[in-house]
Every structure is written in C-alpha cells, then in structure tokens.
C-alpha cells in the first residue's frame, strides 16, 4: 500500500477518529440514545483512526484522489 494520505488530513482524521469515538460516551446528545448512533459514530471514529495511522484510504485510492507529497 502506498501511502495517500497528507499530514493535514491525518491530523484531520485523528481529531476526528476521536471525537467520533468519545461522543456517544461523553456527549450527551439525544441522539446518541438509539444504539444505532452510538455503532455508526465508533465504527466511523475507528475507521478514521485506522486510515489515519496507516496513512492510506482505500476510498482516495477508488477516486485516484492523494493528499501527501511525493
């Protein structure tokens, strides 16, 4: 795998990745009372951990889309 992801969109990603995987927990959002919330927003937050630390996303691969310097 090569890599495709930038330093910008990674930090951007690992902000995100957290948020995601804290605000069911910590929020307080009505929204986060239905347990499909909850699942949808730590599957999303763990898929953008994942991208992050392995700096490739399958997706920018698909649309032949990269944000890191050669």
């Given at each position: 795998?090569?890599?495709?992801?930038?330093?910008?969109?990674?930090?951007?990603?690992?902000?995100?990745?957290i948020?995601?995987?804290?605000?069911?927990?910590?929020?307080?959002?009505?929204?986060?009372?239905?347990?499909?919330?909850?699942?949808?927003?730590?599957?999303?937050?763990?898929?953008?951990?994942?991208?992050?630390?392995?700096?490739?996303?399958?997706?920018?691969?698909?649309?032949?889309?990269?944000?890191?310097?050669?």
């Amino acid at each position: 795998m090569t890599k495709n992801i930038g330093t910008a969109d990674r930090v951007l990603r690992l902000v995100l990745g957290i948020i995601l995987l804290a605000a069911p927990f910590v929020s307080g959002l009505a929204i986060f009372s239905s347990s499909a919330a909850t699942i949808v927003a730590v599957i999303a937050g763990l898929v953008m951990l994942g991208t992050s630390s392995m700096r490739f996303c399958p997706m920018y691969r698909i649309f032949g889309i990269q944000t890191c310097k050669l």
